[in-house]
Nanobody, 128 residues
Framework: QVQLVESGGGLVQVGGSLRLSCTASGRTFSSYAMGWFRQAPGKEREFVAAISWSGVSTSYADSVKGRFTISRDNAKNTVSLQMNSLKPEDTAVYYC?????????????????????WGQGTQVTVSS
């Protein structure tokens, strides 16, 4: 069984920054791509960013490109999301997710069904 635990959420003002982290346990972390998704009240869960198993390839939703950066540390079994220039529309619960396949990359990582394990979520609130 894989466990994903997110941390780092909170309340921040418009234009501020937050860094989310997700620590994984239960399987070989370095073999799997990881993703971040978010869900605002009354909306569907949406893709934010993904990183390949090696960390070489990353992808982002258009709404966060240039502001968010995903990274991973395979030695520490962690994936992080650095969020800068935050906007009120970034307010949501952010979820870390682990790919169902090994050694994967590419556009499939922007889809919910590419992932099999999910964290419990961490709230990010951007106030104006």
């Amino acid at each position: 069984q894989v466990q994903l635990v997110e941390s780092g959420g909170g309340l921040v003002q418009v234009g501020g920054s937050l860094r989310l982290s997700c620590t994984a346990s239960g399987r070989t972390f370095s073999s799997y791509a990881m993703g971040w998704f978010r869900q605002a009240p009354g909306k569907e869960r949406e893709f934010v960013a993904a990183i390949s198993w090696s960390g070489v390839s990353t992808s982002y939703a258009d709404s966060v490109k240039g502001r968010f950066t995903i990274s991973r540390d395979n030695a520490k079994n962690t994936v992080s999301l650095q969020m800068n220039s935050l906007k009120p529309e970034d307010t949501a619960v952010y979820y870390c997710a682990a790919d169902r396949d090994t050694y994967s990359s590419g556009r499939r990582l922007s889809y919910l069904d590419a992932y099999i394990y999910w964290g419990q979520g961490t709230q990010v609130t951007v106030s104006s």
